[in-house]
């Protein structure tokens, strides 16, 4: 037995080394995770880059200058017949350098082009918020697992304190006769049994506090508690479910539907605009130069300059433009039934989802109920075997009685925790906001 209790004392404090450190509560551990998680960071700079993408569309409308040059060498000139006879025309070496300039004044594909990407970046933002949404909730499922790995390991270290009481009365009461060597061996053999259970418990704190750890995008050996108990949420779970709703209004699909419905309406805008005509302001100015024999030499530079308008009206392109059009309409009422479905589809989950949490809410109450009840029979059998009034196998159903009534308990709020979680990703409705900055928590 001394060995036993060793081994349990070592597994105690190897289960406190790895959560001793500074205390958080789920509030500062969703603010930690939405500043130093990797994935909202990545979210974030996909915000910026189709921001960046929206700006090399709007350039397009502003004017383009560039500064050109050209050399050309002629191996055999040009020969021109005339009465007199025939001569070589042109030189040898032409230059030109100089200045060019045009800007869009009628562009409707490049317009519709701009508008498009404007969707681009509102698509951007709300896959960032979704990327949040969907940290929120694994950092509060993360959280309460872990949370009900350390009660769990709580109610296993009471159940082992209480075989260890059972254990240490039999044993006095067999040294004085009042007492089987059976009944000390099977209260032996329940205090062993306990000892996996308790590293099992240990592993899954472990566990869960890596999980917590990777998801706040810390290092996974910083050491940190959480605040709190499962049993906290009792009080306040009642008027919660108080206020349950169905509304999806957040929801990230139905945003994303919208969206890419917005985004087609503008592609086939876009389309359209093809078969319209393109108007363009340019000008140039520009030095040339000839000379014969050396390239590098007799140079004779003159400038000139030029202005004008370039009007381009697409008339026939092989039925590209008609068919692009066609895929962008169909494209766009398939988008119809894709969201009626999908409406369906989460008006069902999110019904489901409220029956789920309802039901946890009762087996919560009736867990709470047979805690009760197993504590004061579990009294009033230690009393009743103290006393020689109650056998070992009474007083052991007791205790057993007493340790699952608490971990189903437990069990039961964290069902629910889960399942409140998950139905505030669903909804996506979870207040991001206060989490942003961990200051100030």
């Known amino acids: 037995m001394h060995t036993l209790k060793f081994l349990i004392g070592l597994a105690a404090l190897a289960t406190a080394a790895v959560v001793r450190g500074e205390v958080f509560t789920l509030d500062q551990c969703l603010a930690i995770a939405l500043s130093e998680n990797p994935t909202v960071k990545v ?10 993408s929206h700006s090399e569309v709007l350039g397009q ?15 055999r000139k040009q020969v021109a017949y005339m009465d007199m006879g025939a001569f070589e025309m042109g030189l040898d070496n032409m230059y030109s350098v100089g200045f060019q300039a045009s800007v869009p004044l009628i562009a409707p594909q490049l317009w519709a082009s701009l508008r498009l990407s404007d969707v681009q970046i509102e698509s951007a933002v709300e896959k960032a918020r979704a990327s949040r949404l969907d940290l929120v909730n694994q950092v509060k499922n993360a959280y309460y697992a872990l949370m009900l790995a350390i009660d769990s390991y709580k109610v296993m270290q009471e159940s082992y304190n209480m075989a260890q009481l059972t254990y240490t009365t039999c044993s006095q009461r067999f040294e004085v006769g009042d007492a089987s060597e059976y009944e000390v061996l099977r209260a032996s053999v329940a205090v062993k049994n306990i000892e996996p259970q308790l590293l099992g418990c240990e592993i ?11 998801l706040m995008g810390i290092d996974v050996e910083t050491p940190f508690e959480i605040a709190g108990a499962l049993a906290d949420y009792e009080e306040s779970m009642y008027a919660d479910v108080m206020e349950l709703s169905t509304d999806l209004s957040g929801n990230t699909l139905l945003m994303m539907n919208t969206i890419e419905t917005r985004s087609l309406q503008r592609s086939l805008a876009m389309q359209r605009a093809a078969w319209y005509p393109t108007l363009a302001l340019t000008g140039s100015y520009m030095w040339n130069s000839s000379s014969n024999g050396s390239p590098f030499s007799n140079f004779r530079w003159t400038p000139y300059s030029v202005i004008g308008v370039s009007l381009s009206f697409p008339l026939f392109q092989g039925g590209q433009r008609y068919n692009r059009i066609r895929q962008a309409a169909i494209q766009l009422d398939e988008m119809t039934y894709i969201r009626e479905n999908l409406q369906r589809d989460l008006d069902s989950q999110a019904r489901l989802a ?16 047979s805690v009760n009840e197993a504590t004061r029979a579990y009294d009033i059998s230690q009393r009743s075997f103290n006393i020689g009034a109650a056998s070992y196998l009474d007083l052991r159903d007791s205790e057993l009685s007493l340790t699952n009534a608490r971990l189903n308990y437990n069990q039961a709020v964290y069902d629910y925790l889960v399942a409140r979680s998950n139905l505030e990703l669903l909804l996506g409705n979870a207040p991001i906001d206060q989490y942003e900055h961990p200051e100030n928590y």
């Open 204 to 214: 899954a704190i472990r566990r869960a506090h890596l999980q917590l750890a990777v």
């Open 43 to 52: 979210a974030d700079m996909e915000v910026i880059k189709a921001d960046y």
């Open 354 to 369: 409220i029956d789920n949490i309802q039901m946890n809410v009762k087996q919560i109450a009736s867990s709470s109920e």
């Open 61 to 75: 409308l502003l004017p383009t200058l560039s500064f050109d040059g050209t050399y050309q060498r002629t191996l």
